[in-house]
């Protein structure tokens, strides 16, 4: 079986984006882009932090196995 990890992304949302807009920004993010949501963070301002996440293998070097 192979190692694997995640890799994050945070992407934050100023408080003037429209709800629906944020979510088509993350429907879009999670279609094409393989993400997946990690976590929320709802600031009192209406601002928003999102952390997204996708799996990411690891890949051992071949490099050293030529010749």
Same mark, same amino acid.
């Given at each position: 079986? #192979?190692?694997?990890?995640?890799?994050?992304?945070? @992407?934050?949302?100023?408080?003037?984006? #429209?709800?629906?807009? =944020?979510?088509?920004?993350?429907?879009?993010?999670?279609?094409?882009?393989?993400?997946?949501?990690?976590?929320? @963070?709802?600031?009192?301002?209406?601002?928003?932090? @999102?952390?997204?996440? #996708? #799996?990411?293998?690891? @890949?051992?070097?071949?490099?050293? =196995?030529?010749?």
């Amino acid at each position: 079986m #192979r190692d694997s990890f995640y890799e994050f992304r945070t @992407v934050t949302i100023p408080a003037d984006v #429209r709800r629906s807009d =944020a979510r088509q920004l993350l429907t879009a993010e999670a279609e094409y882009g393989r993400w997946e949501l990690a976590r929320t @963070v709802l600031y009192e301002g209406g601002a928003r932090k @999102v952390v997204l996440r #996708r #799996r990411a293998m690891r @890949v051992a070097s071949t490099l050293g =196995a030529i010749g």
